[in-house]
């Protein structure tokens, strides 16, 4: 029985392997530039994530974003009743799908008085965070819009309850927290700063 394997072969195809062999330099240029192209996908990544859509919406001249995914519903109260001896932030409720529900005057609790703000009784925005339900006052609903949180400015030394803003765009508009809110509205009084208008 002949032997009809080639070794001849065999001995130039491992020969043209080891000629081929990547050099320590050339291996350190390949891992530098897939690292390089791994820390490109990773900003992508967490740019993409700083970008979402925000509803719109003002009070008298001041802009307010929060996000898209705090926001339950836009509802027109059919009735609203005063709670005596509350603060004024948050002395009124409203009944919303078999529940009640504070309404929040987002004026009074970011202490925006100097800024010729009226507050709407007939419409609000329906926050909802960990099975809470809240509701915040408001004048307009200017729409959706994308908003980059990564490029946002501080609050700042204000007279903002900043606990409550993530921040300031380019364009002056607030960025309102909206998980936050309703925790610390659940939790509690967070606005030592609120005025006591009604």
């Not at 001995?11 to 320590?24: A, L, Y």
């Not at 009735?79 to 002395?91: C, D, E, F, N």
């Not at 501080?154 to 364009?171: R, S, V």
């Amino acid at each position: 029985m002949t032997n009809d394997f080639d070794w001849e072969a065999l001995k130039r195809k491992v020969s043209m392997t080891v000629e081929h062999t990547v050099s320590p330099a050339e291996l350190q240029r390949i891992f530098k530039q897939r690292s390089e192209l791994l820390a490109q996908r990773k900003t992508q990544t967490t740019h993409s994530t700083t970008v979402g859509e925000h509803l719109i919406f003002s009070l008298g001249e001041v802009k307010f974003a929060v996000p898209l995914g705090d926001v339950r519903s836009l509802v027109s109260p059919k009735w609203v009743t005063r709670i005596p001896g509350a603060p004024a932030y948050k002395s009124r409720v409203t009944h919303i799908g078999g529940r009640i529900v504070s309404l929040v005057d987002l004026a009074n609790l970011l202490a925006l008085d100097d800024h010729k703000t009226h507050v709407r009784e007939d419409r609000c925005l329906l926050l909802e965070s960990g099975g809470t339900r809240l509701g915040l006052l408001l004048d307009e609903i200017h729409g959706i819009e994308k908003v980059d949180e990564s490029t946002l400015s501080p609050a700042g030394q204000t007279t903002l309850n900043i606990e409550l803003i993530k921040g300031i765009t380019k364009d002056l508009m607030l960025v309102l927290d909206g998980k936050a809110t309703v925790k610390g509205l659940r939790d509690g009084d967070k606005s030592p700063k609120s005025s006591s208008r009604d």
